[in-house]
Structures are given as C-alpha cells and as structure tokens.
C-alpha cells in the first residue's frame, strides 16, 4: 500500500505487509513499483480506494507499462471527461441537467444564459467541491469569475442547471463486466447542492417510493456497462418532480463504502477487490442489503474550531468526519447519529425558525410538531406571518438589520434552544451569517436546510417518546435483540 497520509492508516498494522508513506506522484510510485517488481512479477496496481489522487496516475502508471487491475485508464477517462461522457449518457438515453463548458467570462454568461439561473459553477477536475458555487444572477456569476477561478482555454469551468430542492441519492455498486451488484442506495437528507461528504444521509432510503429506487438500479447497471467497470463505482442522481437525473459517475470507491459496509454487515472494499484481481461475482459471497434497520450517516464538521467561518452547507465540502446512527427507525437513528456527532437535541425550550420562501410549506409541519411538544416560537417577520397564519402561536424578533433586541442577541442570551435557518440568493446568505455565528458559538442546534429540520423534529418526538437504547453492530445484522 501506498499512502501520502500516515494519520489513516496508522490504527491498522495489518491492513497490508508493506506500507509506503510517500508522495503520490507518478515518478515515487514508480520507483516504489520498481523495487517490488525486483522481488517477482507484478500482478497489476489497484488504484479505486484512494478517491481522484490515484485515479489521475492510472493514465502515467498505464503508459509506464504498469497494469493496472479493475477498470481501465481509458474508462476512467470516460467518466471524468465532460464531452465523452455526456456522448454516452445520450447513448444510453438517460437524463443529464443541463450544462455546458465555459473558456471565458463571455462564454460563462452565454452558457448560464442558456440553462437558465440558478447554476452550479466549478472548475474542471475539482477535489472536494473546491470553489463550487451556486450562482443565483450575472452579477453574482461575475464575482464568481473575478475572485474564485481562472477562467481560460487550459482551464475551463463546469456549468450546470441547479436543481433546486431535489432530493439526492449516492448509488454504490460492483461489477465485474458480466454481472453488477448494488450494494447501497443513500438518500440524502440535504437537497442537491450540498456536497454529498458534507450531507446526512440514510439507508435505505427513508422516503423515496420503489418505482424510483429500481429506476436508479437500471441505470447504474446501464452504466457501469456502458463505462466497462471492473471493480467499485459510485454514481450521484437526484430526484425532481418524479424524475431521475444523472449528477455524476466515479469509476471508484467513494467515503461512502465503508458505512454501507457497516450499514449491511458486507465486507464491500474485499469483494471489490477480489473483482478487480479476476474473480467473478457470481463465485464470491452474496451482498444482500435488504436490511430491517435505519443506518443514518451525519458529517462532522470543525467550524467551533474556525471562528468566523460561516457553518452554512454549499456545494464546497466542508465535514472532516462522519458518524453513523442505527436504529430500527429513521427519527431514532437520526437522532443518534446527531448525538454522534456532538450534536445535542432539545426535548423543549424555545426554536427560532427563519426560512425562505420555497422552505415555509415544507418546514410547517415539523413547527407544528415542536409546538405539540410544549416549545415555543420566535420567528423574523416574513415567517413569523406564514407560521401565526397557519394558527402557530409564534413571537416575532427582529433581524439584524432591523435593530436590537433582534435575534443574535437573543441567541447569546441564552434564550434560545434549537435554530432552523434556510436562505435564498447571495445577501440573504451573508445577512444571516451572524444568526449561525451566534448559534455555533452558543453550542445551539442549528439547521440550514428545510429537509434537515423537519428530519430534526422527528428526532426530537423519538427521543421525547422512548429511551435511547445501546446494542451491538452485528445484533442488527441477526435481527436479534442480544
């Protein structure tokens, strides 16, 4: 094994019988193939278990004569090329949002002209969501331009329609060019648009109907295909009005394997690798993930550790860890995956809820459940007049901008106990950023997405209703009670 990072290998001695702390440049990878091939033939290099790094030395490592086991160089080309992979998308006749390249600010306008604002704005072969944006109008995609990215022929920016409040979905699977199996079908909890690391996420899916889910099994199948995959892929799609979009495929594991291993009790990344060296799946163990349980994943995220930095999710990856919550429904493990992740619920107390427009109908329901439980609420105007006029006893508070007492001081006054916070467009964002200041700051529960609050709520009634309990991983996977 070859690793740049000691830190995550550093707890399992045994994972390999050498292990190399070195550069992942093509030239240190080589001289460390060079020295292991002096002791007997080279079988090939596995490089899906360790994200983009690898994958961009598939090419290097294939041209130095390497083999290079699982899926192909030519087939990771394919998925990571914007032109080649649209070309096969329309072959196998599956939906795409609208998108367009873009070598110059002219060409940026006309292309989001084109598909029509909101977008999603980054640059070509980004990592980690790095300077990803949802653009809401020319002007914002001009600050975009002028401050995020260099935009030019070498490196052009991506330009995708945002759709907005889709539900996303991670799709994992195996195949070995006869046979694919897939082996998880996360829903996440945020709306497309928050990175998918940054994202809670549940499996099995906790509210998409089975028509759909089926849908996405014969598309990944049609993909992994049509990409000739050996080994792991993970596809993104998300769900609008009924209908299933292809986001992106990635010919590799993705941070999602190891809790849908956990999730099912499968060991995903061994079967994966037993593919890539040759052997079929039909001759390894089953992967079933039909399972009786809830896995929640939830990210954790360092901003108590960074003041001043707004804890609003984006398309720009932010979590440094993920927790899992399992139980045997989703508001119970949801609330144990955000105990896991330092995040404590209230059981009563006051919750102030600020939300835009397209969220008031959504987050209704989930206000409705807090008030049943005995919390108060405090809302800014616009909210506030939705919630009273839908029979919610609420108070109102003033934002920032309309002068004190407004909500940050009621927040570090200790008066208030869970936020829901959504915002629309580029000023409200910023105008908001002290309200998810004060909360971190304060150690309050704060929620930046509809979806999330209204999952919030849930968790709240589960954990007021009955006792966590404590059992062991594997007595999920039994179905005992042990």
């Known amino acids: 094994m070859v690793n740049c990072n000691p830190e995550t290998v550093s707890t399992d001695y045994d994972t390999s019988d050498r292990l190399y702390f070195e550069p992942l440049t093509a030239e240190d990878v080589l001289e460390i193939l060079h020295v292991e091939m002096s002791n007997g033939t080279l ?41 080649r992979f649209a070309a096969l998308v329309n072959k196998l006749g599956l939906k795409q949002p609208a998108n367009g390249i873009a070598r110059s600010r002219a060409e940026a306008i006309a292309v989001a002209d084109r598909i029509g604002y909101p977008v999603l704005m980054r640059p070509s072969y980004v990592l980690g969501g790095r300077a990803m944006e949802i653009v809401d109008s020319q002007g914002q995609l001009e600050n975009y331009i002028q401050t995020a ?19 996303e979905v991670d799709v994992d699977a195996i195949a070995d060019g006869t046979d694919v199996v897939v082996t998880g079908v996360m829903q996440h909890i945020e709306e497309a648009g928050v990175h998918s690391g940054d994202s809670a996420c549940t499996l099995p899916p906790y509210s998409l109907p089975p028509e759909i889910i089926a849908e996405m099994e014969r598309q990944a ?10 080994g792991l892929m993970n596809i993104q799609f998300a769900v609008k009005d009924g209908l299933v979009f292809l986001i992106e495929v990635n010919p590799r594991a993705s941070r999602t394997v190891p809790f849908v291993a956990k999730a099912i009790g499968k060991p995903i990344a061994k079967i994966a690798a037993r593919v890539m060296a040759g052997e079929k799946l039909a001759a390894l163990p089953p992967i079933d993930r039909n399972i009786a349980h809830i896995a929640v994943k939830e990210a954790v995220f360092p901003f108590a550790r960074f003041p001043g930095v707004d804890p609003v999710l984006s398309p720009e990856m932010k979590s440094t860890g993920e927790v899992m919550g399992i139980d045997s429904d989703f508001a119970m493990a949801f609330a144990k995956a955000q105990l896991g992740g330092g995040v404590v619920l ?16 959504t987050i209704l329901p989930a206000v409705q459940e807090l008030v049943s439980y005995g919390f108060s609420v405090i809302a800014t105007s616009g909210t506030a007049d939705f919630l009273s006029g839908h029979g919610i006893p609420v108070t109102h508070v003033n934002k920032v901008v309309q002068g004190r007492p407004h909500i940050v001081d009621r927040i570090k006054d200790g008066s208030v106990d869970l936020v829901f916070n959504t915002t629309e467009g580029w000023q409200s964002l910023k105008d908001s950023a002290s309200i998810r200041g004060a909360a971190l700051n304060g150690r309050v529960p704060y929620f930046t997405t509809a979806a999330a609050s209204v999952a919030t709520a849930r968790a709240i009634g589960a954990l007021r209703s009955r006792n966590l309990e404590v059992r062991s991983l594997q007595s999920y996977y039994s179905g005992s009670h042990a």
């Open 43 to 83: 079988a090939g290099v596995i490089v899906q278990f360790g994200g983009q790094t690898p994958l961009k030395l598939a090419q290097e490592l294939e041209d130095a004569g390497i083999p290079i086991l699982g899926t192909s160089p030519d087939a990771i080309d394919l998925a990571e090329d914007r032109e």
């Open 346 to 361: 209230p059981k009563q107390g006051t919750v102030f809820v600020s939300v835009k427009d397209g969220d008031k109908a």
């Open 149 to 167: 990215v260099q935009v030019s022929g070498e490196s052009p920016v991506l330009i995708d329609q945002y759709l907005r409040d889709a539900i």
């Open 221 to 230: 199948e049609k993909l992994a295909f049509g990409l000739n995959v050996k």
